[in-house]
């Protein structure tokens, strides 16, 4: 229902109409008089009568910088937290929005440089929504990404239309969000971080090519950082220029005339003096540890690829609005843009290569801004409480790592909270007292100094990275942050009162070098046998010569260790950093056994670079509480008491375009009693609202043993079945994990039709029939036909050249081979060069026809249960005479000493209840899955008999009888061809099913509370 107000302003609008579109009548006016009352209408606190600190203003008046004859900010800009959600461009009523193609193109390139899905544009007699995803071009009609136009008149009956989406309540009920997805473009739309990087990666080759070409002495190194810096310097002076810092149309005006090169490297020596920063470092100076650029004064460049750089990033070639583009963007286009690297062919060829690190961790994981802040509140937010601002305040002394830093982000959010946190309380405690610390800006609104936001990032924010360009690059996004809201007017006033150049020398507090790798490493490595190469990639770096003053005195370390740290397994590692493999396992507790992650080295290595009272935050994959290799980090992290906060992640995707299985993991030097733990079932809902499920559980329970973590209202039934003694992995001999034959093409093959003991089958590898002998083959499965009580045949059989004897498996001998399966082994032989070439040749010589990895064939062939590696339920089902080999999945065996029924044991396995345990053990995968690797089912808790109790028997004997029923039900809805048969025998087995789970809740005692727990979770 529409506000009063807003009819109140309808009706005044249309009384006034002709006054209103006379062009007498400016923006000023309109915004005081109809647009301000408007969205008050809608919840939102326009002239911040609440008083909130600035960092959390609702709504953001911007100044009107006019820039190159062009306005650099938009009008309004309304926020939730602190975070922008949408801009508003106003324009007088004499404008007509709905088909002039300017407003609506200038409102398009603020909303997509600022990376904002959604944007309005009005002059109260018109409100359009514009989805600014959408690549603006200039040539666009007004009505391009227009999703939404309501004339002034139609405000009362599209009320709710509006405010559903763009009222404040909207917006932190998630409203705004779901829209936005809902109206998201199908074509057509190119966000700005994807757009910038296309553009960047474009100018990286154009420059390599033409530095490769006019400068023939340099080499690979030498020319990455050539490319590199040009860039990094002409991104700095663009954006100073549409922030009003930099003369607008400079560097445009190099494209006139020749010598570009020349005179870019003039403008880029007047920056050095200007700004002080080692991103313009041509001269040695004194105090300034970090040696100059002597490489990049002398080169050569053409002019047509700077002038077409020069060109795309200006109107109308550039849909880019500097002005608004988010340093946090910035880092996350740079972020991608540093996992390639600049190659040199023998003859010079420049190439672009994804860097190996990169490549085998499955691309760069770019942390969102919410979860850097999430990180920060929680890190650097608790370790200001109770501090004081300024030189002499504690909160001066707090030091920030990021210890591997990449393009910046975490520090960047560390900084934006630390300038917000002072301004507050400067303004706090009156701004009067803090004049060397403050100003007001056009606007009314403080603002902190030049000369104070340089002390704060110099006395507080620290990172290291081992790529150089990663460097560079974190300190370009600190420069510019520190210039953010800077006017050339304001820094001229600041410079002049203070006397110093605009930006600080950050090559004190951004360092490169290996965060994991110390100087000790060449105690076992001698530096003469590395190659120059190997020294480079290895990167040893010494964090106490590095950072002497935060590693000396009584507390040495870092008060904040936070970050994204690389997820790379070990594997992968050993292919190209196989030295540093070795380093790691002598060096690192987590490392020393176990196809480890990289991160896990990074956790332990961040823990120690805490002072006493230190706190870290990392966004890591949650994989390392229940794996094999997380058992060491976990050890040292319980043996400490060193977790305090975990936020699970289970199977919600963090990353964009990227399935990786995530938490944030909180620790404390000095030790917790308890860990407090968020599980986040729905990412969405957590981000708008913090809605998710959480507890706390005694540090004094946290061991090296696998993390659970239950928390809720089933915490207290898991608790108790986790304490029955017996445990699957006690009752059977095996829980063995399917062949692995390494050439699935030529043993698993289709099976086609039997004559006698002749196979006829069709091979994947030859593409056409073979026909084989019956008994070289087994029936073969993969994990997504084994269903629970059920198997579905493959219509497959695999060729397994192994005679079992006992409880082991032999390759059966070529002779004998040929001469008890002739036509097999013929088929085999068919196929040599194809077996012989595995694992890079590996199977050149007598066992060239058997398997790579020939584990666990002898339980091919024995009773087994059977369950896949993954399932969104519990899947177990019987191989009772050993038919069937198997891959993707699992295969027990049960020991002979066991004195329940297998048949009983596969009833509790397919129950709710032991369900409902193993997806509180095991990972989360997308799409409700879980897996159900050895770990985590040999840990089920298995209700044993007492046979000399005749009602315990009576359970037992009742189990087995109701199981046989499902097996034989499950035969029967196989084979059954009518639709109404089949739902009678469905129905019979739905019924068996819970008549099973009944038997299962009286067995382990369930309350009628706990099975209502149970039968919510699974679902059943």
Request: glycine fraction near 8%.
């Amino acid at each position: 229902m529409v506000a009063s107000g807003v009819l109140d302003l309808v009706e005044r609008f249309t009384r006034n109409r002709d006054d209103y579109r006379s062009g007498r009548y400016n923006e000023t006016q309109l915004r005081r008089e109809f647009l301000d009352p408007f969205f008050e209408a809608l919840g939102w606190d326009v002239n911040n009568r609440q008083g909130y600190a600035e960092a959390y203003k609702d709504v953001i008046h911007e100044d009107a910088i006019k820039i190159g004859g062009y306005t650099k900010a938009p009008d309004y800009c309304f926020r939730i937290g602190g975070t922008r959600k949408f801009f508003v461009e106003a324009k007088k009523p004499s404008v007509n929005l709905r088909f002039d193609t300017s407003p609506a193109f200038q409102l398009r390139r603020y909303a997509w440089s600022a990376k904002l899905p959604l944007s309005i544009l009005t002059d109260f007699e018109e409100f359009a929504v514009y989805d600014c995803r959408i690549r603006p071009v200039q040539t666009d009609k007004a009505s391009t990404a227009r999703i939404l136009y309501v004339p002034y008149t139609d405000y009362a009956e599209h009320w709710d239309e509006i405010a559903k989406v763009f009222s404040r309540e909207a917006i932190l009920k998630g409203s705004f969000d779901a829209y936005a997805e809902s109206s998201k473009a199908k074509r057509g739309t190119a966000e700005v971080d994807a757009a910038f990087l296309k553009e960047i990666e474009s100018w990286r080759e154009s420059l390599a090519r033409n530095l490769a070409l006019r400068n023939p002495g340099l080499t690979q190194r030498q020319l990455n950082f050539a490319v590199q810096m040009t860039i990094d310097r002409i991104i700095f002076l663009r954006m100073a220029e549409d922030r009003g810092i930099e003369e607008y149309g400079r560097l445009l005006a190099l494209r006139n005339g020749g010598n570009v090169y020349d005179r870019l490297r003039e403008l880029f020596v007047r920056a050095d003096e200007r700004y002080n920063s080692g991103l313009f470092h041509f001269h040695q100076e004194r105090d300034r540890a970090e040696p100059p650029d002597d490489l990049t004064p002398g080169l050569t460049i053409d002019d047509r690829p700077l002038k077409e750089i020069i060109k795309s990033l200006y109107y109308p070639d550039s849909p880019y609005e500097f002005a608004v583009l988010p340093v946090a963007v910035l880092g996350q286009v740079y972020e991608q843009f540093l996992g390639k690297v600049i190659t040199l062919t023998s003859r010079r060829k420049v190439e672009i290569e994804e860097k190996p690190e990169v490549r085998k961790a499955g691309g760069v994981y770019y942390t969102p801004t919410y979860i850097v802040d999430y990180i920060v509140e929680h890190t650097v937010g608790k370790l200001l409480e109770g501090k004081k601002p300024g030189p002499r305040g504690s909160a001066s002394k707090l030091k920030i790592l990021d210890p591997a830093c990449g393009s910046g982000s975490f520090l960047i959010g560390a900084y934006q909270y630390l300038l917000d946190w002072h301004r507050d309380r400067y303004v706090e405690d009156g701004p009067e007292k803090h004049t060397k610390e403050l100003y007001q800006g056009h606007g009314g609104q403080w603002l902190l100094t030049t000369q104070e936001k340089k002390r704060i990032l110099l006395n507080n924010i620290y990172g290291v990275d081992i790529d150089p360009q990663a460097v560079e690059v974190t300190k370009l996004s600190l420069l510019l942050k520190v210039l953010e809201g800077e006017s050339e007017q304001s820094l001229v006033r600041q410079l002049s009162m203070f006397h110093e150049r605009a930006l600080p020398d950050l090559s004190k507090n951004i360092k490169c070098g290996n965060s994991l790798i110390g100087p000790d490493f060449y105690d076992n490595a001698q530096m003469s046998f590395l190659s120059e190469e190997e020294q480079y990639r290895i990167n040893v770096f010494d964090w106490r010569s590095g950072f002497p003053d935060i590693f000396s005195g009584d507390n040495p370390g870092f008060d904040a260790v936070i970050g994204n740290p690389p997820y790379i397994r070990i594997q992968a590692l050993k292919e190209w950093a196989p030295i540093e493999v070795e380093y790691y396992k002598r060096a690192y507790r987590s490392a020393g056994k176990g196809n480890y992650d990289i991160y896990v080295v990074f956790a332990e290595r961040g823990l120690s670079l805490l002072n006493g009272h230190g706190r870290l935050g990392f966004i890591l994959p949650h994989k390392f509480f229940n794996a094999q290799y997380g058992q060491a980090l976990r050890g040292l992290l319980a043996d400490g008491k060193h977790l305090s906060d975990v936020v699970h992640f289970g199977d919600e995707q963090v990353f964009e375009s990227a399935t990786t299985y995530t938490c944030l993991l909180f620790l404390n030097k000095a030790g917790t009693p308890q860990v407090r733990v968020t599980k986040v079932d729905d990412l969405a809902d957590w981000r708008v609202s913090g809605e998710a499920l959480e507890g706390a559980i005694p540090a004094s329970r946290i061991s090296a043993s696998e993390w659970n973590f239950v928390i809720g209202k089933g915490a207290k039934l898991f608790e108790r079945l986790s304490q029955i003694p017996v445990k699957l992995g006690d009752v059977t001999d095996r829980i063995a994990q399917g062949i692995r034959t390494s050439a699935n093409e030529v043993y698993v093959v289709d099976l086609v039709s039997q004559d006698g003991d002749l196979i006829s089958a069709h091979s994947t590898q030859l593409d056409r029939h073979v026909d084989l002998e019956r008994d070289a083959l087994s029936l073969f499965l993969q994990g997504r036909e084994i269903k629970p009580y059920q198997i579905q045949p493959s219509g497959k059989a695999v060729i397994i050249p192994y005679a079992i004897r006992g409880s082991r498996a032999r390759l059966i001998s070529e002779r004998d081979y040929k001469e008890t399966y002739p036509l097999t082994f013929a088929y085999l032989n068919e196929n040599k060069a194809r077996l012989e070439g595995r694992e890079r040749g590996r199977m050149c010589g007598t066992d060239w026809y058997g398997y790579v990895y020939p584990k666990n064939i002898e339980v091919m062939t024995n009773p087994k249960i059977l369950v896949p590696d993954i399932a969104d339920r519990a899947s177990f089902a019987l191989d009772e005479n050993g038919d069937y080999a198997f891959t993707s999945g699992y295969g027990i065996t049960i020991t002979s000493h066991t004195h329940e029924s297998i048949k009983y044991i596969l009833g509790l396995l397919n129950s709710s209840v032991l369900d409902f345990y193993l997806k509180r053990v095991s990972t989360p995968l997308r799409g409700g899955f879980f897996r159900y690797f050895t770990q985590f089912v040999e840990q089920l808790p298995i209700r044993t008999i007492d046979f000399d109790d005749p009602t315990d028997k009576a359970r037992h004997d009742q189990m087995v009888a109701l199981v046989e029923r499902m097996l034989e039900l499950h035969k029967r809805l196989s084979t059954a061809k009518i639709a109404h048969e089949k739902t009678m025998i469905q129905r019979q087995i739905e019924a068996t099913d819970r008549q099973i789970d009944r038997l299962v809740y009286e067995l382990y005692g369930l309350t009628e509370e706990e099975i209502v727990i149970v039968e919510e979770a699974t679902g059943r």
